[in-house]
């Protein structure tokens, strides 16, 4: 199995440009979960699908970000405009379902600055 | 709400010696509890995780970790650590639709 597969692993952008991350979660797995990981706030849930809806966007710091998850094999989360307080660490993980017991497995991050 | 907390922000330990890495939580009410790592520009990884049953719970890599109701801990060991344990650990308590991770502990071994 091909594991979470994040891409780009790297961006770089400029002030109040778009930035899209993308996720593929593992074949099979039914939730997908975005999360950001920052030195000062740690790792924060951001928005978590189940079955391609999403469920609980409250963790969504504001507007300007939004999250798409068209099919059961991709997803999106959206910075537009950006700011240099977005610049983190974006993690996609996915599970089984959305059961409390299921582990999430988590991809590599998308490592995002903004200058 | 929740709230995980990770006392030691940062562990160092000599090679080959024990360890053990705090995390407390707020509410014991329904919740699983899970351990996780993270190694230097990798995503994270599931060490071990209690669900129900024996408060002892034995992960991958050799550590353990201890569910204690009481006392609202989770407590993560190692008797021997190795190099390659260096790593950033992360705590996390699913409640609800809700997962909470602490703030983390990098862990150090120095040869």
């Known amino acids: 199995d091909a594991g979470v597969i994040q891409s780009p692993r790297h961006e770089v952008t400029e002030m109040g440009q778009e930035v899209t991350l993308r996720c593929k979660p593992i074949s099979g797995h039914n939730s997908l979960f975005w999360y950001r990981q920052t030195m000062m706030r740690g790792l924060e849930l951001l928005i978590y699908?189940?079955?391609?809806?999403?469920?609980?966007d409250s963790g969504m710091p504001e507007d300007r970000f939004s999250a798409k998850m068209p099919n059961a094999s991709f997803s999106t989360l959206k910075i537009q405009p950006s700011e240099p307080r977005d610049s983190a660490v974006y993690f996609c993980?996915?599970?089984?379902?959305?059961?409390?017991?299921?582990?999430?497995?988590f991809g590599p991050g998308t490592r995002l600055t903004v200058l | 709400a929740q709230s995980v907390t990770q006392l030691d922000s940062q562990v160092p330990v000599f090679e080959e010696a024990p360890v053990e890495l705090r995390c407390n939580y707020s509410?014991?009410?329904?919740?699983?509890l899970f351990w996780y790592v993270q190694y230097p520009n990798q995503g994270l990884q599931l060490l071990l995780k209690y669900l129900s049953g024996s408060t002892l719970v034995k992960g991958i890599n050799g550590f353990e970790a201890e569910f204690n109701k009481s006392q609202t801990s989770f407590h993560l060991r190692k008797p021997s650590v190795h190099i390659s344990d260096t790593a950033e650990y992360f705590c996390?308590?699913?409640?609800?639709?809700?997962?909470?991770f602490g703030t983390g502990t990098s862990l150090t071994v120095i040869p």
């Open positions: 993980a996915s599970s089984q379902r959305a059961a409390r017991t299921d582990t999430q497995y």
């Open positions: 509410s014991s009410v329904s919740v699983y």
């Open positions: 699908f189940n079955n391609n809806v999403p469920i609980d």
């Open positions: 996390a308590v699913r409640s609800g639709n809700q997962f909470y």
